[in-house]
């Protein structure tokens, strides 16, 4: 089950969430970090909601393309910030989740969904290649 943290959440009561899987007798959990609201329209990334969930014992996923999304912010639609697709990328990567998530688009402003904050397929490779290296520093430091 891959649950997505509410982002009213705090990341310390995602255990809730978790003990009401594993009564079902569900041992396999991802947890998803996808930002948290702040005030109106806007979604933010607070690191250290990856190392509190990561502390439940279950793999950490960060999604890299959500977590900057403005929701409603357009108007009429969702908006998001591109730019900043490749910094949470690498910070979540260094502080050690397991599965990065990001919506892809070969030509995101056209896009039907998501496209604000989806990143360029031409840029995918680069910031594959960077992550990986992140993470192969991060998992060889622990």
Do not use: C, W
Request: net charge negative; aromatic share 6%.
């Amino acid at each position: 089950v891959n649950v997505k943290k509410g982002q009213f959440l705090a990341p310390s009561d995602i255990r809730n969430v978790i003990d009401k899987i594993v009564s079902t007798g569900n041992q396999q959990i991802l947890l998803t970090e996808r930002g948290v609201s702040f005030g109106y329209n806007n979604l933010v990334s607070d690191m250290r909601s990856l190392v509190a969930m990561r502390e439940a014992g279950y793999p950490v996923v960060f999604d890299a393309t959500h977590s900057l999304q403005l929701p409603g912010g357009l108007g009429h639609a969702s908006g998001g910030e591109r730019k900043y697709i490749g910094p949470l990328a690498r910070a979540a990567v260094a502080a050690g989740i397991d599965v990065l998530f990001m919506e892809v688009h070969e030509d995101p402003d056209r896009a039907l969904s998501d496209g604000p904050n989806s990143l360029r397929l031409s840029d995918f490779e680069t910031l594959l290649r960077t992550v990986k290296e992140i993470d192969a520093l991060v998992k060889a430091a622990i």
